[in-house]
């Protein structure tokens, strides 16, 4: 079936009226999000209501032959809400054409009861459901209310619940167009939703039906507490009673009638019934190739379906971790606080990062995973983080007489005069002394691979100079192991002089010339660190701090805000403030300071064993060559990250030629694509149309994707400490990292925007650390992290500090609140009310 044509976006002309069928899930630029997926379902032999589409062409002839379309575009350059929108929408006629056609159609369809739902270019798509945005009217009886509902449903595109989800979403609203689906009224008797995967738990063998007496407006719009079904691979594993509060049927004339419920203790769904719901789940999913949110009904015993559209916020499939996974997985959780973007992952990571790991492991014949083993994607972007199982191959037996050769060969205290050390600062200098403005398209390119390949030199000091660091630490912990001193080995390592050590040293000078001042300690007082920055370029009294934050970030601006990992996040010079943040928190006092490895020290000489010379001379060289290890990790860590402010950039004139060119609306949004994806482009200025438009498009789903997965975390610490009961008495229960106990009142941290709270004497709880974080230890009274072991940042630092710090507890920051005074006991993992506070 078809009505007249109207021109579609300056393309092939779009019929104004077309049948379900004539669509499929690739139309939706014609028939709107939900009409594409219900077409494609009638195309696939699906049980749909019969029915037709108002196309998009509809919409648009009705812009442009009333004139609403230039008075829509002044109504929203000029802001107004979605009433005055709406309102402009109701004083213009349709046009004939267009009430001809819709007309025509509904007569075809026989002229009964029908449900006209909208169906909006930007809905039921992946990342973007905008579930209930727009309107659907029910039970809608004859040719004039057709006219009229299809009318409404056009000005519900203009709703400011329409508005607000559009600007949450991030999308334009030049690029808006709306159809309307006009189906067959289904009477039902029972009616719902179904998800065809967990929407809780993630599981995709699992069905969840949702369902109440009458039609399904009751469930979706939230006025009845509906029966609740759990399916597992079709058997039904859950079943919960619902409230049937309420139940809508439809009404003689039109329209719909609603009435109270009445309370079932038995099902209201056969087995049966829930076998072919069921069946249905798993074919649209197999359908469309992803977990589907449908809605269906039930009418004299058959079964429809009356919607289709992609799941979202789905969380992944639960991950089952072995004891490898478990052991190493504090460690990726740390580096991974933030999801990944397309370019992290496909240009820094995969060329930079990863490739390092994949040298250090193949120096001892293991295959380290691949970044997409690490970090899988669903639609582009990364779904979650996947903790890495080395693979050992053939040359692994070999790696014994490896690692001993270097050994003997690299001896950690040097490495800073090997000559691959040297040639990595000068390319580091050469590459950060271009300005990536100067280089065409290619050329921005060439600098991104240098970039990449600058960091080659880290990689291979590290293979080379990382067993010898190693191997003392075990000989270390085997003789603290054998002298009964096994606890000590954490303290004992800890307090490697190091670039980190030295930038928190600088950090809490710039901290004491703050308070040596009046003037500044008044405005470090009240001002917020993004509130300090124009002062000190602006105010002469505040020129000497202006010129020692400079001298800083010239030294320590390269290191990272959030994580190595990520070229996405800002350096320290990239957001001056972080700096300013942690100055402000060192302008309070600490508590006590405790030399945790000058006692550990002090305890191990005191054992009798070390009365003996030869004993304690190799027993105290263990400790300084281990220390010299820790510090060589560090280093190495510190200056990889010189690399990150050049290649931001690079990666952002990228990005802000590309937003001249139409693709992006913003520099920063270059992190949506993958580097190959940058590569495969010739010339950002010369981009064919149909290039821009792709590339646009391909930004804005992975954006919207990004969104849906925001309140995900990348992986569930809840399941990652599932087996770690908490104790009884205690608030959290973790990893001890760092000795001691302590009691302070809590300050929730969660990241660096928030380093300015944090007061002396107050507990750090933060959900994780990196080096950028460890000044905050100078005047914490205790560390707290959801995530994280022994050898972490947090934990490394917290016992250069003499602070007690607890690891790994998974939920701290979601368990405690700013200002509950806690006991930090670092000995045993445990958090406890303090006194005062029981």
């Known amino acids: 079936m078809t009505g007249e044509t109207a021109a579609a976006g300056g393309h092939q002309e779009t019929p104004l009226v077309g049948a379900l069928a004539d669509f499929g ?43 609403l379309g230039a008075s829509l575009a002044e109504l929203l350059r000029a802001g107004v809400d979605g009433e005055r929108i709406r309102g402009a929408f109701a004083a213009v006629r349709m046009p004939e054409a267009v009430r001809g056609a819709i007309t025509a159609a509904y007569r075809q369809r026989g002229g009964g009861p029908v449900a006209v739902r909208s169906s909006a270019t ?41 508005l607000a989800y559009r600007r949450h979403q991030g999308i334009d609203e030049d690029d808006l167009a709306i159809a309307v689906v006009v189906e067959d009224m289904v009477p039902a008797d029972v009616a719902g939703v179904m998800f065809t995967a967990n929407p809780v738990t993630g599981r995709r063998d699992e069905t969840v039906v949702e369902a109440g007496r009458g039609l399904g407006e009751a469930v979706v719009s939230g006025r009845v507490t509906p029966e609740r079904y759990v399916l597992s691979r079709g058997r039904l594993t859950e079943w919960t009673p619902g409230g049937q509060e309420t139940v809508i049927r439809v009404a003689a004339g039109g329209g719909t009638d609603a009435a109270p419920g009445e309370r079932r203790t038995r099902p209201i769904l056969t087995r049966q019934q829930l076998t072919r719901l069921a069946d249905l789940a798993r074919q649209t999913a197999a359908h469309f190739g992803r977990p589907q ?145 100067q280089l065409d398209w290619p050329g921005l390119l060439s600098l991104v691979r240098q970039l990449f390949d600058a960091l080659r030199p880290i990689s291979e000091l590290r293979v080379s100079y990382l067993p010898g660091s190693f191997l003392p630490q075990l000989t270390l912990r085997l003789a603290l192991l054998a002298l009964g001193k096994r606890r000590l080995a954490p303290a004992l390592i800890a307090g490697a002089q190091t670039r980190t050590s030295q930038a928190n040293r600088d950090l809490a000078a710039l901290a004491d010339h703050v308070r040596a001042d009046d003037d500044l ?118 200056y990889a990250t010189m690399v990150l402010p050049p290649l931001r950039r690079a990666l952002l004139e990228l990005g802000d030629r590309l937003r001249a060119a139409g693709v992006l609306d913003q520099a920063a949004d270059v992190f949506h694509l993958r580097f190959e994806e940058l590569t495969a482009i010739r010339d950002a200025g010369a981009l064919a149309p149909e290039e821009r438009d792709r590339l646009r498009v391909t930004v804005l789903a992975r954006a919207a994707k990004r969104r849906e997965l925001a309140g995900l975390p990348l992986l569930d610490l809840d399941a990652l400490f599932a087996d770690r009961a908490t104790r009884a008495g205690a608030l959290l229960t973790g990893s001890g990292a760092s000795r001691g106990t302590a009691t302070g009142a809590a300050r929730i941290v969660r990241g660096p925007a928030d380093f300015a709270r944090l007061r002396g004497g107050e507990v750090l709880v933060c959900p994780y650390t990196n080096p950028s974080w460890t000044p905050l230890f100078q005047r914490a009274a ?8 022994l050898g972490s940042h947090a934990a490394i630092v917290a016992r250069e500090y003499g602070i007690p710090a607890v690891m790994g507890t998974g939920n701290g920051t979601r368990a405690l609140r700013d200002g509950q005074r806690v006991t930090v006991d670092g000995t045993t993992g445990l958090v406890t009310a303090a006194p005062d506070e029981r």
Request: with cysteine; charged share 20%.
């Open 782 to 789: 205790a560390v707290v992290v959801d995530a994280g072991g």
């Open 521 to 638: 300690r008044r405005a470090f007082a009240r001002l917020d660190p993004p509130d300090l920055l124009p002062l000190l370029s602006g105010d002469p009294r505040f020129a000497e701090l202006a010129r020692r934050l400079d001298a800083f970030l010239g030294e320590y601006g390269h290191r990272e805000t959030v994580s190595l990992l990520l070229v996405s996040s800002p350096t320290w010079s990239d957001a001056p403030e972080v700096v300013l943040g942690l100055v402000k928190a060192l302008t309070h006092d600490g508590g006590p300071a405790v030399d945790q490895t000058g006692d550990a020290l002090r305890e191990l000489t005191a054992h009798p064993a070390l009365r003996n010379a030869t004993l304690r001379r190799h027993v105290l060289g263990w400790v300084q060559a281990a220390k010299t290890g820790t510090g060589f990790r560090e280093d190495t860590h510190f």
């Open 122 to 162: 930007t809905e039921d798509l992946p990342g973007a459901a905008f579930a209930g945005a727009q309107e659907t009217y029910l039970n809608v009886v004859d040719e004039d209310a057709v006219i009229d509902a299809v009318a409404r449903c056009w000005a519900s595109l203009w709703t400011d619940r329409a």
């Open 293 to 437: 949110d449908l809605e269906w009904a039930i009418s004299a015993g058959r079964v429809y379906l009356l919607q289709a559209r992609p799941m979202t916020a789905l969380p992944p499939e639960p991950l089952a971790l072995n004891p490898v996974q478990r052991k190493v997985a504090p460690f990726f959780v740390e580096m991974f606080q933030e999801r990944p973007y397309p370019l992290d992952v496909s240009g820094w990571l995969q060329h930079g990062i990863l490739d390092m790991l994949g040298r250090m492991a193949g120096s001892i014949g293991v295959v380290f995973p691949s970044a997409s083993e690490l970090l899988p994607e669903e639609d582009g972007v990364v779904l979650r983080l996947v903790p890495p199982v080395p693979r050992p191959t053939v040359r692994a037996l070999a790696a014994p007489v490896s690692v001993l050769r270097r050994v003997r060969r690299f001896d950690p205290s040097t490495w800073t005069h090997d000559p691959r050390f040297a040639a990595f600062l000068r390319e580091a200098e050469r590459l950060r002394a271009q300005d990536p403005r």
């Open 25 to 67: 899930a690739a139309d939706v630029a014609a028939a709107g999000g939900k009409g594409a997926n219900l077409g494609e379902l009638v195309r696939a032999g699906f049980p749909v209501p019969g029915g037709f589409v108002v196309t998009t062409a509809a919409y648009a002839a009705l812009l442009a032959e009333t004139g």
